[in-house]
């Protein structure tokens, strides 16, 4: 959050806060989004609605708010999810229309610099419109510099474009580097500007639209090769089919842009506009039934990949030396590439066999419940304070990225409040016992300190009071490694009470440092467990 200039977060109940009814003055940002609703509504007007006339906000306008999370999943499995951005398609259409427009200005004295003023007042006009995002502020600086660059006369390098583009960007916002739109669009563009000349020359295709097809097959090859390795870290995930979606995508998307863009120019003439949102409506739903009916194929989508940072470092320099290879021809880059694949080999081999062997216990930071996921291989039982389909539906957002991240293949619910004793291959609990791993975690379902606490290797307490707890002795507790989810020494009197017995290096608090990592390992001395923890800072 520091890095989009957040430092702090603050939650407030509805009755800590009211909405003034003063009138505010909108900035310029706030101006474009009053712009925006405005047109969304041209479109509401001409019958558009539901996934529809999300799709078409997303394409045209870039609000994705609305865009229903099925929807979203089917263009992120069909690797689609690209065109939901308003990127370099979008503001190229843009650009090339009100060029082509604008083109008798040349011909008067002072109407260059009027053309000149008058593209850049659109493009950075429909930037604003769309929400500034990284994609679409790439787009507009670098269709900027090419407005410019023309009324100067001056050939543009696209190479030196993007670059400065870039550097023009990182100069007022430098936080955009950490953006994943950031890296995403530049690595895209960069990809499919090096490599799809090289992939479509491969082939010569004499027949008009087979090489057509094939010219869009080579984008969507060559944008993947500098895309995959970011896609799979961020996302831990790989859409198998991009490359037939795209065939149609593409095409289909550039239809609507151009049909949107003339509905709206034109929806003043309802006759017209009728007929121009009927063939607007044909196309949106052909793109969400081509996109839908991918997502339905089999093995659609590669999910839960496992690619710590050492694999994107090593992919990324396969791409850099075999790049430089095929630029200058020397043998050294070829020998650097096959040495970087060989790494990767390694370090795959390695990771795979860590998930293997993992046995993990961690704590979860969130206010007012329990969730705790104990990870065994490629196999997570989570224990929840809440039943498993409040469980789904509210912690997802934890639950989900978790998974992807760790390469889970095998996900349970169980309930912290369940008497009923559980068996697992590698879990048992028993009322408020949990044998994982050859370790005993004693987590209560009550949140009062308990009266009794049986001997265990590490305890979770809903809430710690360091007080209380002086009543334990210490012979028959000799490892006493604490877990809570309130602040163990809330004041300056019960930390003084709880360092009399306890050490504070034995207390971890969820609050104060956020969720806990317990790693079990065997000991080489004596081949019994132990427990190494630490809290989670990535």
């Known amino acids: 959050m520091i890095r989009h200039g957040i430092a702090y977060r603050l939650y407030l109940s509805t009755e800590d806060y009211f909405v003034t009814t003063a009138k505010i003055r909108l900035n310029l940002r706030q101006k474009a989004l009053v712009i925006r609703n405005h047109l969304q509504n041209v479109f509401v007007r001409y019958g558009f609605s539901g996934n529809e006339m999300s799709i078409l906000s997303a394409l045209v306008l870039g609000d994705r ?44 004295r002072k109407g260059r610099f009027a053309r000149l003023f008058i593209l850049l007042t659109v493009i950075w006009g429909y930037a604003f419109i769309t929400g500034l995002s990284p994609s679409v502020l790439r787009a507009a600086t670098m269709f900027s510099f090419i407005a410019i660059g023309e009324n100067i006369n001056r050939q543009n390098n696209v190479y030196n474009t993007l670059a400065a583009s870039a550097f023009l960007l990182l100069l007022f916002n430098p936080m955009l580097l950490f953006e994943v739109g950031f890296q995403l669009s530049y690595a895209a563009v960069l990809s499919i500007v090096f490599f799809q000349p090289l992939i479509y020359h491969t082939i010569y295709i004499r027949s008009w639209w087979p090489d057509k097809l094939w010219g869009l097959l080579t984008v969507s090859l060559a944008a993947q090769i500098g895309v995959s390795p970011l896609s799979i870290f961020y996302f831990h995930q790989f859409p198998v089919y991009f490359w037939l979606t795209n065939l149609f995508a593409i095409p289909l998307t550039t239809l609507i842009i151009y049909a949107a863009f003339l509905l709206l120019s034109l929806s003043f003439i309802p006759v017209i506009g009728k007929v121009i949102a009927l063939l607007l409506h044909i196309v949106v739903k052909a793109l969400l039934y081509a996109v839908s009916t991918v997502n339905m194929l089999p093995g659609s989508i590669i999910s839960n990949i496992s690619f710590p940072p050492q694999m994107l470092v ?15 021809k020397q043998k050294i880059y070829l020998q650097l590439t096959l040495l970087s694949l ?25 206010p007012r419940k329990t969730l ?4 065994h291989g490629k196999s997570i039982v989570w224990i929840s304070s809440e039943d498993s389909i409040t469980t789904k539906k509210k912690m997802a957002i934890y639950m989900g990225p978790f998974e992807q991240m760790h390469g889970t293949t095998t996900s349970v619910i169980i309930p912290l409040s369940g008497k009923r004793a559980r068996q697992f291959s590698f879990l048992r609990k028993k009322k408020d016992m949990i044998n994982f791993a050859g370790m005993r975690i004693w987590v209560p379902e009550k949140a009062e300190m308990p009266a009794f606490m049986p001997p265990a290797d590490l305890i979770y307490l809903y809430k710690f009071d360091p007080e209380g707890i002086t009543k334990f002795k210490a012979e028959e507790h000799p490892v006493m490694q604490f877990v809570t989810n309130t602040p163990p020494f809330p004041d300056k009197k019960s930390k003084k009470a709880g360092k009399s017995k306890i050490l504070p290096g034995n207390v971890y608090s969820l609050p104060d440092k956020g969720a806990l990592r317990a790693n079990i390992f065997i000991s080489d001395k004596n081949k019994k467990n132990g427990i190494k923890i630490g809290y989670i800072t990535h």
């Not at 065109?83 to 082509?100: C, T």
């Not at 293997?356 to 930071?365: G, H, K, Q, S």
């Not at 705790?372 to 990870?375: E, H, V």
């Open 314 to 328: 090593t992919s990324i320099l396969v791409i850099i030396f075999l790049t430089l290879f095929i630029t200058v």
């Open 342 to 366: 060989i790494i990767l080999s390694g370090i795959t081999t390695f990771e795979k066999y860590q998930l293997l062997t993992r046995r993990e216990i961690v704590f979860f930071n969130i």
């Open 65 to 108: 708010e609305n865009i229903d999370p099925e929807i979203k999943e089917e263009f992120t499995n069909s690797g689609a999810i690209h065109i939901l951005a308003v990127s370099g398609l979008h503001v190229g259409i843009i650009y090339f229309v009100f060029s082509f427009l604008l083109r008798f200005l040349k011909t008067y």
């Open 372 to 375: 705790i996921a104990t990870i």
